[in-house]
């Protein structure tokens, strides 16, 4: 009995359906791109200072530069180790007093500034910014600075908690349905979450996109390696991938040209209800439709392959089943990721693999956002470097294996991030950075790779995660491991 493998070697492993479904779902990928590292532009925190009733008025009728305007009004450094006074701090001073003159006006209350008595901005902030973010739409800095730093672990938790949720529901009710479900709940709390009305609405609405994004992201991924055969899954996974370095550039340019972050936000979000149209533009996975005895349907799917391919399907399609397999007649748990000592120790190292990855690539351009020069320009190349790190995963793959990779990458990646410590020129950091953004960026497409290929396929199928791969891996195992 021919399963979906051989099928798809008769009718086409990578032929024009195939080829067709994986742009249309390469743009989820890019879609998702602003959800993951928005912050960057969406929580961008400008210089500011503490809003000082009178200031303005005085600044005018002197007629003020902004620099001395600055350096009449606003408090300069404080004691080693503290805060930029500045920022957080204001003189507690009446600037509508006709007593002060437009030369060095504080010098009529005391001899010296240090003496003056500070408070906190009691009536908001002022941005050196033309445009908005929710940083300075909703004041989060000084004491309120940790809320921007909640708002991406929200998103970071919805991933996290979203995973597992939508790994469960593509197996129950299939990969289109999961997908659709996702796009559409996706793209109405991007929508209100760029009308919040407060802080903690957008924050909802942001923990509510991070708990669908992630695994609307892993659908697509699941449909399209399940669509092709065995010979172009891999580099469909890694271009899969690569489509979402495409997200960041794209987005880089939207950023420019639309510095206020609603509109931003609204321009990531809306497109995303035209993902709605795969409803009639993608298939439901006959790898699945076979596992639920929907053998029908699945065979439908194949010949409609067959016929986009330009190929006449086999004679013996009707016969179409699931890969046989004793393994899978197990019923398999998340325990088995930890039944044996060998799957112990490759989980335990996976584990640790993801989570030193996802922590160092999102610090890296949390880094960018935090102390760029030129964010958008820095942002840029920093994306573009991801464009060289998959081409390299690309060649490597075959030819080297996973191992030696996935360590070299590794190994660059965190000698980059050590060496920036001790950097002090902008142009050298970013420089060593953009490095390190393309070992980690090998990296992750390695772990990808292997965590699909080190597991016998009844525990990838029980992983929640790892929901993205459901077939069978035709591949040895790696050396090394």
């Given at each position: 009995?021919?399963?979906?493998?051989?099928?798809?070697?008769?009718?086409?492993?990578?032929?024009?359906?195939?080829?067709?479904?994986?742009?249309?779902?390469?743009?989820?990928?890019?879609?998702?791109?602003?959800?993951?590292?928005?912050?960057?532009?969406?929580?961008?925190?400008?210089?500011?200072?503490?809003?000082?009733?009178?200031?303005?008025?005085?600044?005018?009728?002197?007629?003020?530069?902004?620099?001395?305007?600055?350096?009449?009004?606003?408090?300069?450094?404080?004691?080693?180790?503290?805060?930029?006074?500045?920022?957080?701090?204001?003189?507690?001073?009446?600037?509508?007093?006709?007593?002060?003159?437009?030369?060095?006006?504080?010098?009529?209350?005391?001899?010296?500034?240090?003496?003056?008595?500070?408070?906190?901005?009691?009536?908001?902030?002022?941005?050196?910014?033309?445009?908005?973010?929710?940083?300075?739409?909703?004041?989060?800095?000084?004491?309120?600075?940790?809320?921007?730093?909640?708002?991406?672990?929200?998103?970071?938790?919805?991933?996290?908690?979203?995973?597992?949720?939508?790994?469960?529901?593509?197996?129950?009710?299939?990969?289109?349905?999961?997908?659709?479900?996702?796009?559409?709940?996706?793209?109405?709390?991007?929508?209100?979450?760029?009308?919040?009305?407060?802080?903690?609405?957008?924050?909802?609405?942001?923990?509510?996109?991070?708990?669908?994004?992630?695994?609307?992201?892993?659908?697509?991924?699941?449909?399209?390696?399940?669509?092709?055969?065995?010979?172009?899954?891999?580099?469909?996974?890694?271009?899969?991938?690569?489509?979402?370095?495409?997200?960041l550039v794209a987005l880089t340019g939207l950023a420019y040209a639309l510095p206020h972050w609603r509109w931003l936000q609204l321009a990531v979000s809306l497109p995303t209800f035209l993902f709605l149209l795969y409803y009639w533009c993608v298939p439901e996975s006959p790898r699945w439709l076979l596992s639920q005895k929907r053998n029908t349907e699945a065979i439908k799917i194949m010949d409609h392959i067959a016929q986009k391919n330009g190929k006449l399907p086999p004679a013996d399609l009707k016969m179409l089943s699931l890969e046989e397999d004793v393994t899978e007649k197990l019923s398999p748990s998340f325990a088995d990721l930890f039944r044996t000592p060998r799957l112990r120790k490759r989980t335990f190292i996976l584990m640790y693999l993801w989570f030193t990855a996802s922590v160092l690539y999102q610090g890296l351009i949390l880094h960018m956002g935090a102390t760029s020069g030129n964010l958008y320009l820095d942002f840029l190349y920093s994306a573009l470097v991801e464009i060289p790190g998959a081409f390299i995963t690309l060649i490597t793959v075959d030819r080297v294996g996973r191992i030696y990779p996935m360590a070299v990458s590794n190994l660059l990646a965190g000698a980059a991030c050590l060496v920036m410590i001790f950097i002090s020129l902008h142009w050298l950091n970013i420089i060593i950075m953009c490095v390190g953004r393309m070992g980690i960026t090998i990296a992750i497409q390695m772990i990808c790779l292997v965590n699909a290929e080190l597991y016998p396929t009844f525990v990838r199928k029980a992983k929640p995660k790892e929901n993205t791969i459901y077939l069978k891996v035709e591949t040895s195992e790696p050396s090394g491991t």
């Open positions: 009995m021919p399963t979906v493998d051989d099928i798809l070697e008769h009718v086409g492993e990578f032929g024009w359906f195939q080829k067709q479904a994986f742009l249309i779902l390469c743009l989820l990928s890019a879609a998702f791109a602003p959800i993951c590292v928005g912050i960057v532009f969406l929580g961008f925190t400008p210089d500011h200072r503490c809003h000082s009733p009178g200031v303005a008025e005085l600044s005018q009728r002197c007629g003020w530069s902004p620099a001395e305007e600055l350096n009449y009004t606003v408090p300069g450094l404080g004691p080693a180790g503290e805060a930029f006074l500045g920022q957080c701090r204001r003189y507690e001073v009446d600037w509508n007093q006709s007593a002060l003159s437009c030369v060095d006006p504080l010098a009529s209350l005391a001899t010296n500034r240090s003496h003056l008595p500070l408070g906190p901005c009691q009536d908001g902030w002022v941005y050196d910014t033309p445009g908005s973010s929710i940083v300075t739409e909703f004041n989060l800095v000084c004491a309120d600075s940790w809320k921007l730093d909640l708002f991406q672990s929200c998103l970071n938790a919805g991933f996290f908690f979203g995973s597992l949720g939508v790994g469960y529901f593509a197996d129950r009710f299939g990969r289109k349905l999961c997908l659709l479900g996702t796009v559409l709940v996706n793209a109405v709390s991007g929508v209100l979450m760029a009308f919040s009305p407060n802080y903690m609405s957008m924050l909802l609405f942001r923990l509510l996109q991070g708990l669908v994004s992630k695994g609307n992201w892993m659908a697509g991924y699941t449909l399209i390696t399940e669509f092709v055969g065995s010979g172009s899954r891999r580099t469909v996974a890694i271009m899969y991938q690569m489509a979402f370095t495409v997200g």
